[in-house]
């Protein structure tokens, strides 16, 4: 079973960068998907990106092509989202998700296992 944690969340003007970092444990790490997503205050949780067990496949939420990344690095059993040219609708925690397979999914209920979450906050 994969444990979750996430790190790297924080204040940031507008414009800016920040990489969050999500360490897994245990040994099986790279039979997961890994995704991202995040929840605003008032509103659901939804989709970011998604990377599949051998990061040979990613997927993106609309709003943040061309400005998040995401990518892993099975060695380290990390997976991290950089996020440039913030804007103040990215504020929301972001939480870390494993999905128990080698594909990706951008339906939330397709991961079984999630981290604590990260607040991210983007002043305008």
């Known amino acids: 079973q994969v444990q979750l944690v996430e790190s790297g969340g924080g204040l940031v003007q507008a414009g800016g960068s920040l990489r969050l970092s999500c360490a897994a444990s245990?040994?099986?790490?790279?039979?997961?998907?890994m995704g991202w997503f995040r929840q605003a205050p008032g509103q659901e949780r939804e989709f970011v990106a998604v990377?599949?067990?051998?990061?040979?496949?990613?997927e993106y939420t609309d709003s943040v092509k061309g400005r998040f990344t995401i990518a892993r690095d099975n060695t380290r059993n990390t997976v991290t989202l950089q996020m440039n040219k913030l804007k103040s609708e990215d504020t929301a925690v972001y939480y870390c998700?494993?999905?128990?397979?080698?594909?990706?999914?951008?339906?939330?209920?397709?991961?079984?296992?999630w981290g604590q979450g990260t607040q991210v906050t983007v002043s305008s």
């Open positions: 998700a494993a999905r128990d397979s080698i594909f990706v999914s951008i339906q939330e209920t397709s991961f079984e296992i």
């Open positions: 245990g040994r099986t790490f790279d039979r997961y998907a």
């Open positions: 990377i599949s067990a051998g990061g040979y496949t990613t």
